[in-house]
Each structure stands twice: as C-alpha cells, then as structure tokens.
C-alpha cells in the first residue's frame, strides 16, 4: 500500500499547531434559550465520575418551572454524559452522548459525531469533548433551534444568500433535534496502510457503539435514521466508516475531510460498492474555501460524479480552523443530519 502524500501530512501537521493554539469564543447573536446545558469545562470533566449524567434545562423554563411535577412530566431535560469503552483495538474510547430536551417516549436521529486531528492528540477524554467544549456544539443546536440564524453564528462565514436560505428552510420545517454521540477518535491517519487503520475503528462503532446506542438510547432503531459525520481526521474516518459499514447508517459525511486527490479512485470503488449494499445511503462532502484540503475534495466528487456515485457537494467560506467548526461546521452538519436523516430533502 501507499503512504500517505506528503503534502497532506505536513498541512495535518501544520494545521494541528494551529487549531491547538485556538481560543474558544461566542459570537453575537446567540440566544438566551438553550435547550441543553453548557457542559462544564474539560478539566472538571476529567475529575466526573464516569457514566455520571448531566442535565439541563427545557428549552424555555425557568426555575419556578422545573420545580413544577408537572412542568417535569411534559418533558425530559436534556442531558449529556459518557461512555468509556476501556479496551477496544484501538485503546480506550470515551463516548460524550448528547441528548435533546424531549417528550416521554419521544425518538430521535442518531449522529455520530468525529473530531479532527488536534483533538486525537488530547487523548480519550479531553479529544471526546472535541465537538462539545471546543467546537461549541451546544450553541449551534440552541441558535438552529431558536432562528433567524444571523451572520455571526456562522462566524461570519456565509454568504449572504445561503443565509437567507437556511433561515428560509429553518421557517419552513423547525430543526427538531438528534441523540448525537461524539466519539474520540484515534489517530489513523500516519502509517504506511492509512485506509486499512480505519477499520478497526469502523468496526468498533458498527458492532459495538450502535447496538448499545440503539439499546440505552431514546433513538429510531433503523439504520436510515442513523448518520455518521467528522471534521477533517474525524470526516476522513467518518466517509471510511460509513463506506466499510454502508448498511449500518442512512447518511455518511465529511466536513473538510483530510484525503488526497490521489485516493479519489479508491473512494469511488468504496462508494459505488457501498451503494450496492445500500442504494439509499446518502452520502455528502463539504468543503471550504480555505480548506487545506479543498481540491482533494473536489477530486473525489468529480469522480464520484464521473461514475455515477450519488452525492451531494457543497463548498462554503471559510478557513480550515477552530471556528469554521463553531460556524458553518457545526451548523451545516446539524442541520443536514436533521433532515437525511428522516428521508427528508437536504439543503444544497
């Protein structure tokens, strides 16, 4: 087998510098509401005990609110908390799962959710939270759930139409929430077999974490309504996941996933047999303008549009770093998931 390019690795390389150095920040515009808690800081996360949970309020109450039998009877607080899987064949795993404010009985989407690179060299449980403490994800899920979304949460990076777009579909179908399972994960991107590494990890996910999932969680059991996505290491492994194991999810994406233009070919074989296994998988690349690996990304959708693999791509402003993942990052992945997930048309 190959190795990976060299340009890839020494941009990986030069990138995890960078993102580690950023500094989080909240952008104006965000809402009061929130539907799910803030989670405490990674340093306080490290001294929890594990599989302890963590609530927070509906969207909408105050304190004389949850204080009510009643108030607490219509609706289930959000939560999240942690899963730590000790031995798995890449080392410990930890889980941070991520649950809406719901009603009793009520079921959700399941998205797995991958980090990237700087957060795999953090280890399991600070790299887990990637998503959670680092990216913001629990403002993009308060600011789709209460519109118009604004300039600001996109970090600025939007156009002005795409804008006026998503706050057009948001008016149309309300963003309605995923169970969302951020994964730590490993990195599988050195090494002289980079694609082959990945399947382990794949493994791990398709045979252990889903049926646990589907088991303990309030998620929709088939397999469509379940979706898989990562940022550059975490859309590298995702895209590899959701090819090796094409019947265990719905929809498989990437958000500036980390690929050379020379795996195109060997993308596309994965794709088109990952199709025939599943014809209805749904599968998406977005990439930015400032993405280091942005032409890797058009390559693979030029060849999976040149052999007739179905896909959508999508290509937005923005830098590969810390707050592309706050802005368009989250928000876009979220707000796909929510709808290919429950066999709905996507915004394209």
């Known amino acids: 087998m190959r190795r990976p390019r060299a340009a890839a690795q020494l941009a990986l390389s030069w990138a995890t510098l960078v993102l580690c150095s950023c500094t989080r920040g909240t952008p104006d515009g965000a809402s009061n509401h929130s539907p799910i808690k803030p989670a405490a800081s990674s340093s306080a996360t490290s001294q929890r005990p594990r599989g302890e949970r963590h609530r927070g309020a509906p969207a909408g109450t105050g304190d004389a ?14 939560e999240e908390f942690t899963w730590t899987f000790e031995r798995t064949p890449l080392g410990r795993i930890d889980v941070v799962v991520v649950l809406p404010d719901r009603s009793p009985g009520e079921r959700f989407p399941l998205l797995i959710a991958l980090h990237g690179r700087g957060e795999a060299m953090k280890g399991p449980a600070r790299g887990a939270r990637g998503w959670v403490d680092d990216y913001q994800l629990m403002r993009a899920i308060r600011r789709l759930s209460y519109p118009p979304l604004k ?15 998503v706050n057009a579909e948001l008016t149309k179908q309300p963003y309605r929430g995923m169970v969302v399972l951020c994964a730590y994960t490993p ?3 050195t090494g002289e077999r980079p694609f082959e590494r990945a399947r382990p990890y794949a493994r791990f996910l398709s045979d252990t974490v889903l049926p646990r999932a589907r088991k303990e969680l309030p998620i929709l059991p088939e397999a469509s309504a379940t979706g898989i996505d990562g940022v550059s290491l975490g859309g590298r492994v995702a895209l590899l996941s959701g090819l090796y194991h094409p019947r265990s999810f719905g929809a498989v ?10 795996d195109a070919p060997r993308l596309k074989d994965m794709a088109l047999s990952a199709m025939r296994d599943n014809p209805s998988l749904r599968l998406r690349l977005l990439t930015s303008s ?34 592309f993942n706050r802005g368009p990052g989250a928000l876009e992945m979220l707000l796909f998931h929510d709808r290919a997930l429950r066999g709905e048309p996507t915004l394209d």
């Open 253 to 262: 994406a990437g958000l500036q996933a980390a690929f050379d233009s020379a």
């Open 151 to 165: 300039q600001a949460d996109f970090e600025g990076f939007v156009e002005e139409p795409r804008l006026a777009r």
């Open 187 to 189: 990195d599988v991107l």
């Open 65 to 78: 609110d949850l204080a009510s039998p009643a108030a607490s009877a219509v609706r289930d607080a959000a």
């Open 290 to 323: 400032g993405d280091y690996f942005v032409e890797a990304n058009r390559a693979i959708s030029r060849t999976w549009q040149q052999f007739g693999v179905p896909h959508q791509f999508l290509l937005v402003p923005g830098p590969h770093d810390y707050i």
